[in-house]
C-alpha cells in the first residue's frame, strides 16, 4: 500500500492562509490504513484548523467528509455536491488523491494534508517499511522475493557493498542491509549459486528515470 | 616500472593515497604527494571521501602525472551516473592517468551533503565492465538500431585503463563480500586494495581465496594513531576490527603515535610473505607515511 504521514499542523495552516470555507476530504484507501488520512484524522484535522483560526479571532467553515478512494475518478465525482461555495480543498489522499481531485476539478485549489512516503506494508503497530520503488522492471524472483533496489540504500544489483556489517547498513545501524538479508534468505533456500552471476546493468529507464510513466492496455482501450 | 608493469612482474607494490582539499588550495596536498614521490610505487587519490565533498580526484590525477608521479584515480558510483562514468574514464586517458580503482562510494547520507540526491546508476562490478568495454574500444550506449540493441558505439581512440577494486577481507560475515569479490575478477579487476586489515591469520585464510582467483592483491595498512583511534575503528568502521592486543601495545607506550608507525611497519614486513604489495592510509598524517616505511626498511 501506499503509506504516507501527515505535515506539521503549521504548514498546513499556511496552506490555508485566507481561505475561509474549507472541504478536508479522507481517503478510505490505504491512508486509512496507515492512519494519517482516513475519516478519522479528516475530523481531527478539521478541528484543529477551526480551533487554531478562533484562537486567532477568525471564524471558519471546516467541513470534512471521506471517499472510498481519491485515486479514481469516479470516486472522486461523488465530491461535486459538497464543493460549492468551498475555496480551499485539503486532500488527506496520497499525492495521486490530490492530483485526481485537482484534475476533476481543475478551478478548484486544492492542497495536500499528507507527504507521501512510499510504498510499503504496517510491519509492526505503528511502524511502516518500505519495500517497493516501482522500478518497472521487478528482479524479486532472482533475489529470493527481497527487493535489493529498495531495500539496499544503494539499490546495488550485485551483492553488500563494503558498508555491510553485521547485516546492517552504513547509513544507520537501524537499517538492515538488504543485500545480506538477500544472501540468508537465498542460503535458506539453497540457491546461493544464482547469486554467482553478475546482474546487468540495469535499465532505469522503466523506472522514473524514463520521464513520466502509463501503462497502456490496447486491449481493454475502448 | 609502472605500478602495473610491477604487478605482473610479482615485485612487492607500495601505494599510498592523498585526499584532494575542501577548496582550491591544493599546495598541502601536492607537498603530500612530492614527499611520497620514489618512495611508493603509486599513489590513490581519493574521490569525494566519506561523501564529503572536494576538489576532484581525476583534476588531483592529473596534477600528479604532471609532477612524474604515478597516480591511481579512485572513482564512486555515487556521483556519477554512466554517461558522466565513461566521460571521466576517456578524460582520465587523456590525461595520462591509467590506474583507475572503482568503488561504490560511501553513501550521501554519512557524508556532509546528506540533503544530496545520490547516483548509483551502476555498482562497481558494472564499473569495472566498463572500464574493460572501453578498453576493447566500445562504451556501454544501446541505442535500437536496425531493430536491434546496438552493443555499444565504436570508440575514436580506446582506453587503455589498469582497472583495479576494493575488497574488505575482515568484512563479518565474510562470505556475502567474497561472493562479491569473485564477480569483480570476473568483470576485470586486475588488482584490488583492502580495507585495513589487522588479523593476520584471517588475511591469510583470505589470501588463499584470492590466490585461486588469480588476482593481485595490495593489503591495507590504517596506521593507529593513539588507542582512542583503534576503538572508534571498532565502533564505528564496518570492516575494521583492531585486536585488543595491538590496542593494547599502544596503551602502553608512551607515544601511542610511535607505537601505531612500528606497527603499520611490523604489518607490512608480515605481509611480504603473503600478498603482492600494501597500501598505506595514514588519513591526515600522510608525513608519516615516509616513517612507517623508515621502519620497514622499504
Not at chain 1, 107 to 132: H, I, M, S
Not at chain 1, 187 to 195: I, M, V, Y
Not at chain 2, 35 to 44: I, P, S, Y
Request: glycine share 8%.
Amino acid at each position: 500500500m501506499i503509506v504516507a504521514e501527515q505535515k506539521e499542523i503549521s504548514e498546513i495552516i499556511n496552506m490555508v492562509g485566507d481561505h475561509n470555507n474549507i472541504l478536508v476530504v479522507g481517503c478510505d484507501t490505504c491512508v486509512t490504513v496507515c492512519l494519517a488520512g482516513g475519516a478519522k484524522e479528516a475530523a481531527i484535522l478539521s478541528s484543529a484548523l477551526r480551533l487554531a483560526y478562533r484562537v486567532k479571532g477568525k471564524e471558519i467553515t471546516v467541513e470534512a467528509t471521506t471517499i472510498e478512494r481519491q485515486c479514481e475518478i469516479e470516486f472522486v465525482d461523488a465530491l461535486e455536491p459538497i464543493l460549492k461555495r468551498k475555496d480551499l480543498v485539503i486532500s488527506m489522499g496520497c499525492g495521486i488523491g490530490v492530483q485526481t481531485i485537482a484534475e476533476r476539478f481543475p478551478q478548484l485549489l486544492v492542497v495536500p494534508a499528507l507527504n507521501t512516503k512510499f510504498l510499503g506494508l504496517p510491519e509492526k503497530q505503528g511502524v511502516w517499511v518500505e519495500r517497493c520503488q516501482a522500478c518497472g522492471q521487478c528482479v524479486l524472483d532472482k533475489t529470493g522475493g527481497i527487493c535489493p533496489i529498495s531495500r539496499c540504500s544503494k539499490s546495488l544489483l550485485n551483492g553488500p557493498c563494503g558498508g555491510s556489517q553485521n547485516g546492517k547498513c552504513e547509513i544507520s545501524k537501524d537499517t538492515d542491509c538488504g543485500w545480506h538479508l538477500i544472501y540468508e534468505r537465498l542460503k535458506t533456500l539453497g540457491r546461493l549459486e544464482s547469486l554467482e552471476e553478475i546482474m546487468p546493468v540495469k535499465n532505469w529507464s522503466t523506472s522514473r528515470d524514463g520521464g513520466p510513466r502509463k501503462v497502456i492496455r490496447e486491449d481493454m482501450c475502448l | 616500472m609502472s605500478f602495473q608493469q610491477r604487478l605482473e612482474k610479482k615485485e612487492f607494490t607500495i601505494t599510498a593515497e592523498i585526499g584532494p582539499p575542501k577548496g582550491t588550495d591544493v599546495s598541502e596536498m601536492l607537498k603530500n604527494a612530492q614527499r611520497l614521490k620514489g618512495r611508493v610505487h603509486a599513489v590513490n587519490v581519493t574521490d569525494n571521501q566519506s561523501a564529503v565533498m572536494r576538489l576532484s580526484s581525476l583534476a588531483s590525477c592529473h596534477m600528479l602525472v604532471e609532477m612524474g608521479i604515478e597516480p591511481i584515480f579512485q572513482i564512486t558510483c555515487r556521483d556519477r551516473n554512466r554517461l558522466a562514468l565513461q566521460s571521466d574514464l576517456l578524460s582520465a586517458h587523456a590525461l595520462g592517468i591509467r590506474n583507475v580503482l572503482t568503488l561504490t562510494g560511501d553513501h550521501t547520507q554519512v557524508g556532509d551533503h546528506p540533503q544530496a540526491k545520490p547516483v548509483f546508476d551502476v555498482d562497481s562490478t558494472h564499473l569495472l565492465q566498463i572500464i574493460q568495454k572501453l578498453n576493447e574500444g566500445r562504451d556501454l550506449s544501446t541505442q535500437f538500431m536496425n531493430k536491434k540493441l546496438s552493443d555499444g558505439t565504436v570508440l575514436k581512440g580506446k582506453t587503455q585503463l589498469f582497472p583495479g577494486a576494493v575488497v574488505c577481507p575482515e568484512a563479518n560475515p565474510l562470505k556475502p563480500q567474497l561472493l562479491r569479490f569473485s564477480k569483480k575478477v570476473t568483470a576485470g579487476a586486475k588488482f584490488f586494495q583492502t580495507q585495513a586489515v589487522y588479523d593476520y591469520e584471517k588475511f591469510k585464510e583470505f589470501m588463499k581465496k584470492a590466490r585461486e582467483l588469480n588476482t593481485k592483491v595490495l593489503a591495507g595498512i590504517l596506521l593507529l594513531r593513539s588507542p582512542g583511534m583503534a576503538k572508534y575503528l571498532n565502533k564505528n568502521v564496518p570492516g575494521i576490527t583492531v585486536p585488543d592486543v595491538l590496542i593494547k601495545e599502544m596503551e602502553s607506550s608512551s607515544q601511542p603515535l610511535k607505537a601505531g608507525v612500528k606497527i603499520a611497519a611490523r604489518q607490512i614486513k608480515q605481509m611480504q610473505e603473503i600478498c603482492d604489495g600494501v597500501h598505506i592510509m595514514a588519513i591526515g598524517l600522510e608525513d608519516k607515511v615516509l616513517d612507517i616505511l623508515d621502519e620497514a626498511g622499504m
